[in-house]
């Protein structure tokens, strides 16, 4: 008979460091929300699609960060409490392209409309 696979419970500090970097990424996705929303009601601009041009990329950005750090806090999770290796995450990097691009689109927004 096999013997069974030793139980081995997982370091709170982990699972806490785990819920710490999901906290830290729902929080960055809610400033994204807020931004836009900002953008969507204080800002001016001459024309109208300018506001909007610039409100939803961060509205829509943040909305789709929450879901994917919920999804990753899970996979992290479930990589620590089976033993497997943590998986590789692209969330930095996209998050790092899309603040550059929209950057640029704001700096683009405010040349053109002014």
């Not at 500090?13 to 996705?29: G, K, P, V």
């Not at 953008?39 to 024309?47: D, G, M, W």
């Amino acid at each position: 008979m096999p013997a069974a696979p030793e139980s081995r419970e997982l370091d709170p500090r982990f699972s806490l460091a785990n819920e710490r970097t999901f906290l830290a990424w729902i929080r960055t996705s809610l400033a994204l929300v807020a931004g836009g929303v900002v953008a969507a009601k204080a800002l001016e601009f001459h024309h109208d699609a300018w506001r909007w041009i610039v409100a939803v990329p961060p509205i829509v950005v943040g909305g789709m960060l929450a879901l994917e750090s919920t999804r990753r806090w899970r996979l992290v999770q479930d990589a620590m409490e089976t033993g497997r290796p943590l998986p590789v995450g692209r969330g930095l990097k996209a998050i790092g392209v899309f603040i550059a691009a929209y950057a640029v689109l704001v700096l683009v927004a405010a040349t053109v409309d002014g």
